[in-house]
């Protein structure tokens, strides 16, 4: 089966950095972009970094540009998520979705991990 495992979340204080990763199995890796959301209490679930099949696109929200950075390793099947001074606003859920608009992959995801927590407070 088709699974994505976020890691690496926690609990940091602002200003500090956490870098999450995301395993991917059960699909051809370098087919997908992969991207990073997350979802805040209360709030809607949305997207914070995007990055193509081999890494020569990549866009940010707004309100994380200059902080994060997404990478990945088509080798090891994995996205990571760099982020750099945090702030309380980015404590949210942050997910990993692997989407793909290969031909060859019609009909198949997008596909969604489970989640890992970040928490940013003082």
């Known amino acids: 089966q088709v699974q994505l495992v976020e890691s690496g979340g926690g609990l940091v204080q602002p200003g500090e950095s956490l870098r999450l990763s995301c395993a991917a199995s059960?699909?051809?890796?370098?087919?997908?972009?992969m991207n990073w959301y997350r979802q805040a209490p209360g709030k809607e679930r949305e997207l914070v970094a995007a990055?193509?099949?081999?890494?020569?696109?990549?866009n940010y929200a707004d309100s994380v540009k200059g902080r994060f950075t997404i990478s990945r390793d088509n080798t090891k099947n994995t996205v990571y998520l760099q982020m750099n001074s945090l702030k309380p606003e980015d404590t949210a859920v942050y997910y990993c979705?692997?989407?793909?608009?290969?031909?060859?992959?019609?009909?198949?995801?997008?596909?969604w991990g489970q989640g890992t927590q970040v928490t940013v407070s003082s």
């Open positions: 059960g699909i051809i890796f370098s087919m997908y972009a």
């Open positions: 979705n692997a989407q793909s608009d290969v031909v060859s992959e019609i009909g198949r995801g997008p596909y």
């Open positions: 990055i193509s099949r081999f890494a020569l696109s990549r």
